[in-house]
C-alpha cells in the first residue's frame, strides 16, 4: 500500500503538465500596480497633506497623526477601487513569519444599510491579541492586549489571493505596556541610532549639508522546489519543512552541473508567476538562477532601505509559498531539507548611505584616499570584532545549525574578508603610513572579437560569514527561512556603536588641535591595533583556521544554537542595545526566551517525528522485507540461499540497531527536570540531536536494502530531480 502511493505520485508529477504560461505584460505596467505609492497619495490627497506624509517618509519627520483622517478616506477608496473589500493590519511577530488580522471596511447604518468606513484611528492604531504570540515571558495570557501603529515609512499595499483582494497596512506591533513584540519596531529604532551616530561623524569630517542616513538591504532568497505529490507523501517535510530520512541518490551535485544551468520549463513558468507578483507590489527582483543543489533555485532583488527590504523580504516568502501551491509545487524555505546535498541561505547585501553623500561604504578606485570610506569601513571592523558573538546569535535557529560550518555555509566563527586591495590599504594603516591601492587591472581574453574589460583589484571569498563585496557587506550566514530584521538590526546597531566611538574620538583629536586627516589615521591605526584579528581571507572552511581563529585570535566558535543564544543575555550586549535605545533589557531577554523556547521545539517536533515514521513507515516497510525474504529462504537452494541469508541477516541487524536508537531517543525524551533554559538547549543539542541522527544512519542504510516497491517514502532521486 505504501509503495502505491508513493507510485502514484511518482506517476502524477511525470505526467504534469506546466501550467500555461501568460504573455508577460509590460513591466511599467506592472511596477507598483498594487502599491500606494508616493506618486498615487500626491493624485489623491491635498497639496499639504501630502507634504507632510511625505516628509515623513523621506526625511523621517514626525508623523501628524492630525492628517490620518484624511489620509485614511484616500487610502480606502483606492484599495475599494482596485476591489478590496477588507483591510489588514499586517506584523512580524518574533516567529520570523508574518501575522496579520482582517477587518472588513464595512458599517452597519441605524437604517440597516451599510457603508465603507475606514478611519484615521483605525488607520493609526489596532488592536490584536497581545499573549497569542511568542513574547517571552513580557505578557501572561491573560494580559491580552497589544497594539498594531502604522508604519508610515513602509508603503501600503493590496494583496490579491483567490479570495479577492485586501488592504495591507505594514505596522509596529507593541504590547499595552509599550514593549516591542516584533521585528520591526528594533529595526526602526536601530537606524535611527545609526543616523545619529553617522551624522556626527560626517559632521566632524566637514559635511554641512546632510541628509537621513539610512542602511540598505538586498537579500538573496534561495530554496527548493518539490511536487506536491512527492511532499504530501512526506511528513517530514509537511511537519518540519526537512527530510528526517533519506538515503542521498547516486547522483547529487558532485558534477557541478545545476548552478546556473538552464530552468526547468514548469521552474520557470512558476518563477514568472512570482516576479509578476513581486512587481506588482514594488519588491524589486533583479535575478533568478538554478543553485548548486538539484532542485534548488535563488532569486535576488536589487537594493532597498532597509525597512522596506525587511517587509519584502517577507512578502516574498510568503509570494513564494503561495505561488508554489499554484504550481504543483511546495516551496521549501528550510536551511537544510536534504543531507548530502547544500542547503539554502539567505545572502544579505548590507550597506549605509543617503542621498548628500551617497554610499558611505564606496571606496572609490583610491581607497587609500578616501578618508570618509575608510572610517566608516574602520567602524565595521571594529563593530564586527568586538561583537562577533552577537551576529552569530542573530542568526541562531535549530535549522540554521544543520548548514553553519559545513561545506556549503560560512563557519560559525564570525570572520570579515575585505578582498586584496582593502586587506592591503588597512595593513597599510596598521603600520602608520598609506601610500597606494592596489590597481584593479585589465582582462584581456586574448581573442579579437572578445571585449577587453576591467578586472576588480581583488577576488571574491565564499567561505567568509561577513564578506566586503565592492560597496557593501554580504553577511552569508543568514538562515534561508529568517527574517532579515534580527540580521539588521544587529548591524545597525554594531555600526552606531562603533561610530560612537569614532565620533567620541574624533572630536578629542580635533579638539587637541589635531589636523583632520591626522585625527582619521590615528583612529584607524588604533582600531587596527585592536580588532584587526577578525579580518581573514583565506579558506573559512579549512581546520587550520579554525584553530588559529580560536587559539590565536580569540575568535569564538559557536558551534549550535544552544552555544549562541546565551550571547544575547551577556551584559555588555544589553548595555549595548540599551544605550543606543534599540532594544530595553526586557525587550532583550524576551527574545532570548523566544529563539531558545523555539530551538527546543523545533528539535521536540523533529524527535517525535522521528519515533513515528521509524516505528510506523520505515519498520513495517522493513519488516515485511524481512518476510520475502524469509519465504525466499525457505523456497530455494544452492548460491541464492546463501545470498538471501546474507542479505536477511543484515537486514534483520539494521532493524534492530534502528530500533534499539528508536528506544533510547524515546527515553531520552522523558527527561524534563532542566535548571535552566540553557542546559535544556544544551541537552537538545548533545544528546537529543546526535540520537535522532543515529535512528537516521540505520534507516537511511535500510532504505539502501529493503525492496524499492516496498519502501514507502518518496526517495531524494524521485523529489530532487523529477520536475
Same mark, same amino acid.
Given at each position: 500500500?505504501?509503495?502505491?502511493?508513493?507510485?502514484?505520485?511518482?506517476?502524477?508529477?511525470?505526467?504534469?503538465?506546466?501550467?500555461?504560461?501568460?504573455?508577460?505584460?509590460?513591466?511599467? /505596467? !506592472?511596477?507598483? %500596480?498594487? =502599491? +500606494?505609492?508616493?506618486?498615487?497619495?500626491?493624485?489623491?490627497?491635498?497639496? *499639504?497633506? #501630502?507634504? &507632510?506624509?511625505?516628509?515623513?517618509?523621506?526625511?523621517?519627520?514626525?508623523?501628524?497623526?492630525?492628517?490620518?483622517?484624511?489620509?485614511?478616506?484616500?487610502?480606502?477608496?483606492?484599495?475599494?477601487?482596485?476591489? /478590496? !473589500?477588507?483591510? %489588514?493590519? =499586517? +506584523?512580524?511577530?518574533?516567529?520570523?513569519?508574518?501575522?496579520?488580522?482582517? *477587518?472588513? #471596511?464595512? &458599517?452597519?447604518?441605524?437604517?440597516?444599510?451599510?457603508?465603507?468606513?475606514?478611519?484615521?484611528?483605525?488607520?493609526?492604531?489596532?488592536?490584536?491579541?497581545?499573549?497569542?504570540?511568542?513574547?517571552?515571558?513580557?505578557?501572561?495570557?491573560?494580559?491580552?492586549?497589544?497594539?498594531?501603529?502604522?508604519?508610515?515609512?513602509?508603503?501600503?499595499?493590496?494583496?490579491?489571493?483567490?479570495?479577492?483582494?485586501?488592504?495591507?497596512?505594514?505596522?509596529?506591533?507593541?504590547?499595552?505596556?509599550?514593549?516591542?513584540?516584533?521585528?520591526?519596531?528594533?529595526?526602526?529604532?536601530?537606524?535611527?541610532?545609526?543616523?545619529?551616530?553617522?551624522?556626527?561623524?560626517?559632521?566632524?569630517?566637514?559635511?554641512?549639508?546632510?541628509?537621513?542616513?539610512?542602511?540598505?538591504?538586498?537579500?538573496?532568497?534561495?530554496?527548493?522546489?518539490?511536487?506536491?505529490?512527492?511532499?504530501?507523501?512526506?511528513?517530514?517535510?509537511?511537519?518540519?519543512?526537512?527530510?528526517?530520512?533519506?538515503?542521498?541518490?547516486?547522483?547529487?551535485?558532485?558534477?557541478?552541473?545545476?548552478?546556473?544551468?538552464?530552468?526547468?520549463?514548469?521552474?520557470?513558468?512558476?518563477?514568472?508567476?512570482?516576479?509578476?507578483?513581486?512587481?506588482?507590489?514594488?519588491?524589486?527582483?533583479?535575478?533568478?538562477?538554478?543553485?548548486?543543489?538539484?532542485?534548488?533555485?535563488?532569486?535576488?532583488?536589487?537594493?532597498?532601505?532597509?525597512?522596506?527590504?525587511?517587509?519584502?523580504?517577507?512578502?516574498?516568502?510568503?509570494?513564494?509559498?503561495?505561488?508554489?501551491?499554484?504550481?504543483?509545487?511546495?516551496?521549501?524555505?528550510?536551511?537544510?531539507?536534504?543531507?548530502?546535498?547544500?542547503?539554502?541561505?539567505?545572502?544579505?547585501?548590507?550597506?549605509?548611505?543617503?542621498?548628500?553623500?551617497?554610499?558611505?561604504?564606496?571606496?572609490?578606485?583610491?581607497?587609500?584616499?578616501?578618508?570618509?570610506?575608510?572610517?566608516?569601513?574602520?567602524?565595521?571592523?571594529?563593530?564586527?570584532?568586538?561583537?562577533?558573538?552577537?551576529?552569530?546569535?542573530?542568526?541562531?535557529?535549530?535549522?540554521?545549525?544543520?548548514?553553519?560550518?559545513?561545506?556549503?555555509?560560512?563557519?560559525?566563527?564570525?570572520?570579515?574578508?575585505?578582498?586584496?586591495?582593502?586587506?592591503?590599504?588597512?595593513?597599510?594603516?596598521?603600520?602608520?603610513?598609506?601610500?597606494?591601492?592596489?590597481?584593479?587591472?585589465?582582462?584581456?581574453?586574448?581573442?579579437?572579437?572578445?571585449?577587453?574589460?576591467?578586472?576588480?583589484?581583488?577576488?571574491?571569498?565564499?567561505?567568509?560569514?561577513?564578506?566586503?563585496?565592492?560597496?557593501?557587506?554580504?553577511?552569508?550566514?543568514?538562515?534561508?527561512?529568517?527574517?532579515?530584521?534580527?540580521?539588521?538590526?544587529?548591524?545597525?546597531?554594531?555600526?552606531?556603536?562603533?561610530?560612537?566611538?569614532?565620533?567620541?574620538?574624533?572630536?578629542?583629536?580635533?579638539?587637541?588641535?589635531?589636523?583632520?586627516?591626522?585625527?582619521?589615521?590615528?583612529?584607524?591605526?588604533?582600531?587596527?591595533?585592536?580588532?584587526?584579528?577578525?579580518?581573514?581571507?583565506?579558506?573559512?572552511?579549512?581546520?587550520?583556521?579554525?584553530?588559529?581563529?580560536?587559539?590565536?585570535?580569540?575568535?569564538?566558535?559557536?558551534?549550535?544554537?544552544?552555544?549562541?543564544?546565551?550571547?544575547?543575555?551577556?551584559?555588555?550586549?544589553?548595555?549595548?542595545?540599551?544605550?543606543?535605545?534599540?532594544?530595553?533589557?526586557?525587550?532583550?531577554?524576551?527574545?532570548?526566551?523566544?529563539?531558545?523556547?523555539?530551538?527546543?521545539?523545533?528539535?521536540?517536533?523533529?524527535?517525535?517525528?522521528?519515533?513515528?515514521?521509524?516505528?510506523?513507515?520505515?519498520?513495517?516497510?522493513?519488516?515485511?522485507?524481512?518476510?520475502?525474504?524469509?519465504?525466499?529462504?525457505?523456497?530455494?537452494?544452492?548460491?541464492?540461499?546463501?545470498?538471501?541469508?546474507?542479505?536477511?541477516?543484515?537486514?534483520?541487524?539494521?532493524?534492530?540497531?534502528?530500533?534499539?536508537?528508536?528506544?533510547?531517543?524515546?527515553?531520552?525524551?522523558?527527561?524534563?527536570?532542566?535548571?535552566?533554559?540553557?542546559?535544556?538547549?544544551?541537552?537538545?543539542?548533545?544528546?537529543?540531536?546526535?540520537?535522532?541522527?543515529?535512528?537516521?544512519?540505520?534507516?537511511?542504510?535500510?532504505?539502501?536494502?529493503?525492496?524499492?516497491?516496498?519502501?514507502?517514502?518518496?526517495?531524494?532521486?524521485?523529489?530532487?530531480?523529477?520536475?
Amino acid at each position: 500500500m505504501s509503495y502505491d502511493l508513493r507510485s502514484q505520485a511518482i506517476s502524477q508529477v511525470i505526467d504534469r503538465q506546466p501550467m500555461p504560461s501568460k504573455i508577460p505584460s509590460r513591466l511599467e /505596467a !506592472l511596477w507598483t %500596480a498594487d =502599491v +500606494f505609492t508616493l506618486s498615487k497619495m500626491q493624485a489623491s490627497l491635498p497639496k *499639504d497633506v #501630502f507634504k &507632510s506624509l511625505k516628509n515623513t517618509i523621506q526625511n523621517g519627520g514626525k508623523l501628524d497623526v492630525s492628517i490620518a483622517g484624511i489620509v485614511a478616506a484616500a487610502m480606502k477608496d483606492w484599495a475599494i477601487s482596485k476591489g /478590496a !473589500l477588507y483591510y %489588514a493590519h =499586517v +506584523f512580524y511577530p518574533l516567529t520570523n513569519a508574518t501575522a496579520e488580522k482582517h *477587518d472588513g #471596511f464595512i &458599517s452597519v447604518q441605524s437604517d440597516g444599510s451599510v457603508i465603507s468606513e475606514f478611519t484615521g484611528k483605525v488607520l493609526v492604531q489596532g488592536e490584536p491579541d497581545g499573549s497569542s504570540f511568542p513574547n517571552g515571558g513580557l505578557r501572561s495570557t491573560f494580559e491580552a492586549r497589544g497594539y498594531t501603529a502604522w508604519d508610515v515609512t513602509s508603503p501600503a499595499y493590496v494583496m490579491e489571493t483567490d479570495n479577492g483582494m485586501t488592504l495591507c497596512i505594514p505596522t509596529v506591533f507593541i504590547s499595552w505596556t509599550g514593549v516591542a513584540l516584533d521585528k520591526k519596531t528594533p529595526l526602526l529604532r536601530s537606524n535611527a541610532a545609526m543616523n545619529k551616530a553617522a551624522t556626527r561623524v560626517l559632521k566632524l569630517l566637514g559635511h554641512t549639508d546632510i541628509a537621513t542616513v539610512n542602511s540598505s538591504c538586498g537579500p538573496e532568497q534561495e530554496y527548493f522546489l518539490v511536487d506536491a505529490h512527492f511532499a504530501h507523501s512526506r511528513p517530514d517535510l509537511l511537519l518540519t519543512g526537512r527530510t528526517l530520512f533519506g538515503k542521498p541518490a547516486a547522483k547529487g551535485q558532485q558534477f557541478d552541473d545545476h548552478y546556473f544551468g538552464a530552468i526547468p520549463e514548469r521552474v520557470q513558468v512558476f518563477m514568472q508567476d512570482v516576479e509578476e507578483k513581486m512587481y506588482r507590489l514594488g519588491i524589486p527582483a533583479k535575478t533568478r538562477h538554478n543553485e548548486v543543489a538539484p532542485g534548488q533555485f535563488e532569486i535576488a532583488p536589487f537594493f532597498e532601505a532597509a525597512n522596506v527590504a525587511s517587509d519584502h523580504q517577507q512578502l516574498t516568502m510568503t509570494i513564494l509559498k503561495c505561488t508554489a501551491k499554484k504550481h504543483g509545487f511546495v516551496c521549501l524555505l528550510h536551511e537544510k531539507p536534504f543531507a548530502g546535498i547544500n542547503g539554502s541561505g539567505k545572502h544579505v547585501n548590507w550597506s549605509v548611505g543617503n542621498a548628500t553623500q551617497g554610499n558611505l561604504l564606496d571606496p572609490g578606485n583610491t581607497p587609500h584616499e578616501n578618508m570618509q570610506f575608510l572610517l566608516f569601513c574602520g567602524a565595521v571592523i571594529r563593530g564586527v570584532h568586538k561583537y562577533g558573538p552577537l551576529l552569530r546569535a542573530v542568526v541562531a535557529t535549530a535549522s540554521n545549525d544543520h548548514r553553519l560550518g559545513a561545506n556549503e555555509a560560512p563557519p560559525a566563527i564570525i570572520s570579515m574578508y575585505l578582498g586584496t586591495q582593502l586587506e592591503d590599504v588597512f595593513q597599510q594603516i596598521a603600520t602608520g603610513e598609506i601610500k597606494d591601492s592596489i590597481p584593479g587591472g585589465m582582462m584581456n581574453l586574448g581573442v579579437d572579437t572578445l571585449p577587453v574589460f576591467p578586472k576588480d583589484p581583488g577576488d571574491r571569498n565564499r567561505t567568509s560569514p561577513f564578506a566586503f563585496t565592492g560597496n557593501r557587506f554580504e553577511f552569508r550566514a543568514v538562515g534561508s527561512g529568517q527574517s532579515v530584521s534580527g540580521p539588521l538590526v544587529a548591524m545597525n546597531t554594531i555600526l552606531a556603536d562603533s561610530l560612537t566611538w569614532v565620533a567620541d574620538k574624533l572630536e578629542g583629536e580635533l579638539a587637541k588641535g589635531t589636523e583632520l586627516i591626522t585625527a582619521v589615521r590615528t583612529i584607524l591605526k588604533e582600531i587596527m591595533e585592536k580588532h584587526s584579528a577578525v579580518i581573514f581571507g583565506g579558506d573559512g572552511y579549512c581546520e587550520e583556521w579554525h584553530k588559529m581563529a580560536v587559539e590565536e585570535r580569540g575568535l569564538l566558535n559557536l558551534r549550535t544554537s544552544a552555544d549562541a543564544l546565551p550571547v544575547i543575555k551577556e551584559k555588555h550586549i544589553e548595555e549595548l542595545f540599551d544605550k543606543l535605545g534599540v532594544l530595553t533589557p526586557v525587550e532583550l531577554e524576551s527574545r532570548f526566551d523566544v529563539y531558545s523556547e523555539q530551538y527546543i521545539k523545533t528539535i521536540e517536533v523533529e524527535a517525535k517525528l522521528v519515533i513515528s515514521m521509524a516505528k510506523t513507515m520505515i519498520y513495517p516497510a522493513a519488516v515485511r522485507y524481512l518476510s520475502e525474504l524469509s519465504n525466499a529462504i525457505a523456497s530455494v537452494t544452492g548460491i541464492g540461499l546463501s545470498l538471501d541469508k546474507e542479505i536477511a541477516s543484515k537486514v534483520a541487524a539494521l532493524i534492530q540497531s534502528m530500533m534499539d536508537m528508536v528506544s533510547k531517543l524515546s527515553a531520552a525524551m522523558d527527561k524534563h527536570d532542566f535548571a535552566t533554559i540553557e542546559e535544556h538547549m544544551q541537552y537538545f543539542a548533545q544528546t537529543i540531536r546526535p540520537l535522532m541522527d543515529k535512528v537516521r544512519e540505520y534507516a537511511d542504510a535500510l532504505e539502501g536494502e529493503v525492496a524499492d516497491d516496498l519502501w514507502p517514502l518518496p526517495t531524494y532521486q524521485e523529489m530532487l530531480f523529477i520536475k
